[in-house]
Nanobody
Framework: VRLEESGGGLVQAGTSLTLSCGASGDTFSSYSMGWFRQVPGQTQREFVAGIRWSGGTTYYADSVKGRFTVARDNAKNTVYLQMNSLKPEDTGVYYC????????????????WGQGTQVTVSS
């Protein structure tokens, strides 16, 4: 499966942004997906949110819980990340990936990364 993220941009703190991750291929609905971000100065991608293949179960990092919502539309081969009440510390490159390993919380459990989309939140 090939992934492509979109929807990033430069926004002010307190505002909202919705990211999209479009997937090619006809097996998207069988994959659990995750959103990660890479923060300037850090080499490891940080878990943000995950969603099971059915969409029935979601997972969030503590830092975004209550502000971000992950959802998917399997008919459109797309997973979304709705980000509300954005903070400057949410700045980073956001990536979506397919879960290929056991854990939702580590980037090593994901593959088929897209190219990423930049989110910059100004104070």
């Amino acid at each position: 499966v090939r992934l492509e993220e979109s929807g990033g941009g430069l926004v002010q703190a307190g505002t909202s942004l919705t990211l999209s991750c479009g997937a090619s291929g006809d097996t998207f609905s069988s994959y659990s997906m995750g959103w990660f971000r890479q923060v300037p100065g850090q080499t490891q991608r940080e878990f943000v949110a995950g969603i099971r293949w059915s969409g029935g179960t979601t997972y969030y990092a503590d830092s975004v819980k209550g502000r971000f919502t992950v959802a998917r539309d399997n008919a459109k081969n797309t997973v979304y990340l709705q980000m509300n009440s954005l903070k400057p510390e949410d700045t980073g490159v956001y990536y979506c990936g397919v879960r290929i390993g056991a854990s939702y919380y580590y980037s090593e459990s994901f593959g088929s990364w897209g190219q990423g989309t930049q989110v910059t939140v100004s104070s």
